[in-house]
């Protein structure tokens, strides 16, 4: 699992935070980068896309 905002690789159980968007839960490193990713899904998806 990585974090879509930073790509930090997040180890399942051991992620800080999720959030649930279209269908789909994300995990994220810390709550500032759910908060970052909350603002603006839709720009981290397409970069997280592009790796
Ligand atoms: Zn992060």
Redesign the pocket.
């Known amino acids: 699992m990585k974090?879509p905002?930073?790509?930090?690789e997040?180890m399942p159980g051991q992620e800080e935070a999720e959030m649930q968007y279209q269908g789909q839960t994300y995990h994220?490193?810390?709550r500032?980068?759910r908060d970052l990713f909350a603002k603006n899904p839709g720009e981290y998806l397409k970069a997280a896309q592009r790796q």
């Not at 905002?5 to 930090?8: E, L, Q």
């Open positions: 974090d905002v930073c790509g930090t997040v994220f490193c810390s500032e980068c």
